[in-house]
């Protein structure tokens, strides 16, 4: 596809349980973003992997959230025994990055919208 | 550590009137500064981004932002607004390392026939 995907698009777990969010980049895009956005506020930075290789997970609330990319493409995102609190949107965000002085802009993908009852 | 702040969470505004919309950041960096918008059901699309240079940007639909660095504001503007304009926005900033974003609150722009 030409843009980046996520999955599922809507998740609905009962509190305890674990849930697993996948983000699939825009081909070619090495750096990959996760962001929370909780209802009527800004997304969150979470974690941030260049390839790879997680650079930054200063964003990720607790031990329950853990993120991974093996191969530089495809993320997940899992959660662990599921909090009331971490209903939110799950943003996934690729972009080729910094390429000498030129920017290249980070491209969302649609969210997966988790509500833990 | 950075900040964002948009100062209104709602703007109402008539059709073909202006709008201006307030963010307001604090960084001990330099950063850089965009702004996202969210049409009703769709991801997160940037409108437009100030990097460096002429402090003054603008978007190919109308919106422009200008930069002030010693108000360390990065206010959104359009002159004339369309219904096809109702939608969120996002303020951002990131500093260079790993170009994380920073976002402010948003602010839903209603735009009234």
């Known amino acids: 596809g030409a843009g980046v995907s996520q999955s599922p698009r809507y998740k609905v777990a009962k509190r305890g349980q674990d849930v697993a969010l996948r983000c699939d980049p825009i081909?070619?895009?090495?750096?990959l973003f996760w962001y929370q956005q909780a209802l009527g506020q800004g997304p969150e930075f979470l974690t941030y992997?260049?390839?790879?290789?997680?650079?930054?997970k200063s964003g990720l609330p607790s031990d329950r959230f853990f993120a991974e990319r093996p191969e530089g493409s495809v993320s997940t995102l899992k959660i662990q025994r599921t909090q009331q609190e971490d209903s939110a949107v799950y943003l996934c965000?690729?972009?080729?990055?910094?390429?000498?002085?030129?920017?290249?802009?980070?491209?969302f993908g649609p969210g997966t919208r988790l509500t833990v009852l | 550590a950075q900040s964002v702040t948009q100062l209104d969470s709602q703007v109402p505004v008539f059709e073909e009137a202006p709008v201006e919309l307030r963010c307001n950041y604090s960084?001990?960096?330099?950063?850089?500064l965009f702004w996202y918008v969210q049409y009703p059901n769709q991801g997160l699309q940037l409108l437009l981004k100030?990097?460096?240079?002429?402090?003054l940007v603008e978007s190919i639909n109308g919106f422009e932002a200008e930069f002030n660095k010693s108000q360390t504001s990065f206010h959104l503007r359009k002159p004339s607004v369309h219904i096809s304009d109702t939608a969120e926005y996002f303020c951002a900033v990131s500093v260079t390392a790993g170009n994380k974003l920073t976002f402010g609150g948003g602010t839903r722009v209603l735009v009234k026939p």
């Open positions: 081909s070619g895009h090495v750096s």
């Open positions: 960084s001990s960096v330099s950063v850089y």
């Open positions: 992997f260049q390839n790879e290789a997680q650079l930054d």
């Open positions: 100030y990097l460096s240079g002429s402090t």
């Open positions: 965000a690729s972009s080729l990055g910094w390429i000498g002085l030129i920017y290249n802009e980070q491209f």
